[in-house]
């Protein structure tokens, strides 16, 4: 489709944008940035992965590393970052993990200040068992941030257990985001 063509947003310094996040592009092993449709209540949001697992259930459905940016439509009962995050990371699990259990170990979640706007982060720990897939467990990462008065920006990391390599690769960019005007 057309759509998949747009190129993501990247700003005058090379960083992906979606929302008003961004980061520095990765390189070698994560994919160019590309649009991610998936993500609930997201628009404009950007991604970049590394295959971890490729045609699990034989259907050409691949497990994946990502990191992710985008905005948050307003007008969806959440405009908190706490409550928020916590609706998202709900609809995330319930959207990215099939019909599988999911155990949620949430190991941080507090306010953070990002370039003087006020957020929140997640960071879980899931767990699963999801037919054909090796991977039994992985750590999600989400930030919003209220980036104006009606709206918010996301960033979310999904780093499956057997690459712990990626995880710190999230953190640091997690570690490096910034606000866009």
């Known amino acids: 489709p057309a759509a998949a063509t747009i190129p993501p947003r990247l700003t005058a310094d090379g960083r992906v944008q979606g929302g008003q996040l ?3 592009l990765l390189d070698d ?11 609930p209540f997201g628009r404009g949001v950007f ?33 908190a970052p706490r409550e928020g995050t916590d609706i998202v990371a709900r609809c995330a699990i319930a959207t990215f993990y ?13 306010a953070v200040t990002l370039d003087g706007k006020q957020g929140w982060v997640l960071e879980t720990h899931l767990t699963f068992d ?5 991977e039994k467990g992985e750590t999600a990462i989400f930030v919003i941030v209220q980036t104006t008065d009606s709206s918010s920006s ?25 606000v866009e005007p």
């Open 47 to 79: 991604t970049q992965n590394v295959m971890v697992e490729p045609n699990y259930r034989g259907d050409d459905s691949s497990w994946v590393a990502s990191v992710v940016v985008g905005e948050l439509v307003a007008g969806d009962g959440f405009i």
């Open 98 to 110: 099939d019909d599988a259990v999911v155990t949620r170990d949430d190991r941080v979640s507090q």
């Open 130 to 134: 999801i037919p054909g897939l090796d």
């Open 154 to 178: 996301i960033f979310y990391a999904s780093i499956p257990d057997s690459r712990p390599d990626l995880l710190r690769t999230a953190r640091e960019v997690q570690a490096q985001l910034r």
């Open 29 to 39: 092993p994560w994919t160019s940035p590309s649009i991610e449709y998936r993500l």
């Open 22 to 24: 961004s980061y520095p």
